[in-house]
Nanobody, 114 residues
C-alpha cells in the first residue's frame, strides 16, 4: 500500500519553469513521473532508483530533473524550459520493479501556453 499525492502543477508560459512534488506514504525502489496529454496514452517521463540512478524520456532530457528524498518519502520533478507539448496531467508513480505497474497518484495538471 502506497499513497501518492502530487502537487505543484499550474499554468505557465513557454520557457518558464515548474516544480512538481510527490508525497508518498512510503518509498519504493523505483519512483517516477508519467504524463498523459489530451487524447494520448500515458507516457513515461522520468524515474529514479532508491540510490539516485535516473532515467529520462528523450523528450524531456536536459530540461527536467528528477530527485528524491527517501527519508521524507518525496520525489520531485524540476521542469525547465517548458514547451506547449509538455501540457499534460502528470502522475507520480511508485513501483518495486519495472515489470509491475505499481501505485499511482491522482495527477496534477500542467498547462504550457502563451
Amino acid at each position: 500500500q502506497v499513497q501518492l499525492v502530487e502537487s505543484g502543477g499550474g499554468s505557465v508560459q513557454p520557457g518558464e519553469s515548474l516544480r512538481l512534488s510527490c508525497a508518498a506514504s512510503r518509498s519504493m525502489y523505483f519512483m517516477g513521473w508519467y504524463r498523459q496529454a489530451p487524447g494520448k496514452q500515458r507516457e513515461f517521463v522520468a524515474r529514479s532508483t532508491s540510490s539516485g540512478i535516473t532515467y529520462y524520456a528523450d523528450s524531456v532530457k536536459g530540461r527536467f530533473t528528477i530527485s528524491r528524498d527517501n527519508a521524507k518519502n518525496t520525489v520531485d520533478l524540476q521542469m525547465e524550459g517548458l514547451k506547449p507539448e509538455d501540457t499534460a496531467v502528470y502522475y507520480c508513480n511508485a513501483r518495486p520493479t519495472l515489470s509491475i505497474s505499481g501505485y499511482w497518484g491522482q495527477g496534477t495538471q500542467v498547462t504550457v501556453s502563451s
